[in-house]
């Protein structure tokens, strides 16, 4: 029979290759969360540009000087430009809030890997716990079967004592 006493090495190192992966799923998650946070503040400022142009354009048809045919389709390109660049901002900030999410759902993984170790290292502390009361218990036993032996051939009983 093995004893868990002496396998706190081997789930000692288990438990640190766990932290370590612990600590790498922590980092990978700061880093997509950065990432997404960047993401969203370019899709802000993109958003921001729009609403500027939109503006300026609307400024410039409201204004008594007529426009010229080539200049609103200027601003008309460069507000599809600027449709283009927000779609993209978009789907580079949903991207890196699903890398987030997957980086979040890892740190939750090892989490749940170390919770079994701890488990597992409490268990073991239990049973060495009660394998040690079993050997106290039977040294006692023992002890107490010499003394009765012992009084029994003394013609004693043990009571008087």
């Given at each position: 029979?093995?004893?868990?006493?002496?396998?706190?090495?081997?789930?000692?190192?288990?438990?640190?290759?766990?932290?370590?992966?612990?600590?790498?799923?922590?980092?990978?998650?700061?880093?997509?969360?950065?990432?997404?946070?960047?993401?969203?503040?370019?899709?802000?400022?993109?958003?921001?540009?729009?609403?500027?142009?939109?503006?300026?354009?609307?400024?410039?048809?409201?204004?008594?000087?007529?426009?010229?045919?080539?200049?609103?389709?200027?601003?008309?390109?460069?507000?599809?430009?600027?449709?283009?660049?927000?779609?993209?901002?978009?789907?580079?900030?949903?991207?890196?809030?699903?890398?987030?999410?997957?980086?979040?759902?890892?740190?939750?993984?090892?989490?749940?890997?170390?919770?079994?170790?701890?488990?597992?290292?409490?268990?073991?502390?239990?049973?060495?716990?009660?394998a040690q009361a079993r050997v106290e218990?039977?040294?006692?036993?023992?002890?107490?079967?010499?003394?009765?032996?012992?009084?029994?051939?003394?013609?004693?009983?043990?009571?008087?004592?």
């Amino acid at each position: 029979m093995s004893d868990p006493v002496n396998k706190p090495d081997s789930l000692r190192k288990v438990e640190r290759l766990r932290e370590l992966l612990l600590e790498h799923a922590q980092v990978e998650h700061a880093h997509a969360a950065g990432e997404a946070e960047s993401k969203r503040r370019t899709l802000q400022q993109r958003e921001v540009d729009i609403a500027e142009v939109q503006t300026f354009a609307r400024e410039q048809l409201t204004r008594s000087r007529a426009l010229s045919a080539d200049a609103l389709l200027r601003v008309r390109q460069f507000a599809a430009m600027q449709e283009q660049q927000l779609d993209a901002a978009r789907t580079a900030w949903r991207m890196s809030q699903d890398q987030c999410a997957a980086a979040l759902n890892q740190v939750v993984e090892r989490l749940a890997e170390l919770s079994v170790i701890e488990r597992l290292r409490a268990r073991r502390r239990s049973e060495a716990g009660r394998a040690q009361a079993r050997v106290e218990q039977k040294r006692l036993d023992e002890h107490g079967l010499v003394h009765l032996g012992a009084a029994h051939c003394n013609g004693t009983t043990g009571k008087g004592r």
